[in-house]
């Protein structure tokens, strides 16, 4: 049975600098192994979440399009880093710089996914919040969910193409406070 999705509350809860949030998929994006401190973190049970979809954490306010590119980024074989924001069981949310790779079984083919996510940078979180509100308001302006990441996609590329940069440059260069801040173009 999926899980409800509570409401946001506007709570951000965080972790520690030393702490890892650890979670494993089958290839259908399926929660198989959390470990502590997701649990913690996103106040779920492992018997909650275990079978549960991974976009059961995702935030609203978190751009589809994002995840509809580390998808297929992951299922291209790479890997890729993100600013993400999730929602908790308990409608509390957490910002987290996800590093998500395939996982490949014995004949090089794609078992699953495999997810670290550390406590990111602050200037990073703020400016992937200003990149992330303008995709997220250009997603909202469609009202099928395939239409919208379309959009989303589309204005994101042109943000990158305007920077000058492929997505991996725009996440690493975030949190760099000698970079051109989100909106700005090289």
């Known amino acids: ?68 590119l580390m998808w297929d980024t992951v299922e291209a074989g790479e890997e890729m880093f993100a600013y993400v924001l999730n929602l908790a069981g308990d409608g509390a949310h957490y910002w987290v710089f996800a590093h998500v ?3 490949f079984g014995p ?8 997810s670290n996510r550390r406590l990111p940078d602050r200037l990073g979180v703020d400016r992937a919040t200003a990149a992330y509100a303008a995709v997220l308001a250009e997603e909202a302006k469609h009202r099928d969910k395939s ?10 590329m042109d943000l990158l193409a305007q920077r000058g940069q492929s997505y991996d440059e725009f996440v690493w260069s975030l949190n760099d406070p000698a970079a051109a801040p989100v909106g700005a173009t090289r």
């Open 1 to 68: 049975m999926r899980l409800a999705k509570p409401t946001p509350t506007g709570v951000e809860r965080l972790f520690g600098e030393d702490e890892i949030i650890v979670s494993k998929t089958d290839p259908k994006g399926i929660i198989t192994y959390t470990n502590g401190t997701f649990l913690r973190v996103s106040a779920y049970t492992e018997e909650q979440i275990l079978g549960q979809p991974h976009n059961v954490i995702r935030h609203p306010d978190m751009p589809r399009s994002i995840f509809q």
């Open 101 to 103: 790779t395939p996982t």
């Open 107 to 114: 004949h090089g083919r794609i078992i699953g996914h495999h």
């Open 147 to 156: 239409s919208a990441i379309a959009a989303g996609s589309a204005l994101l």
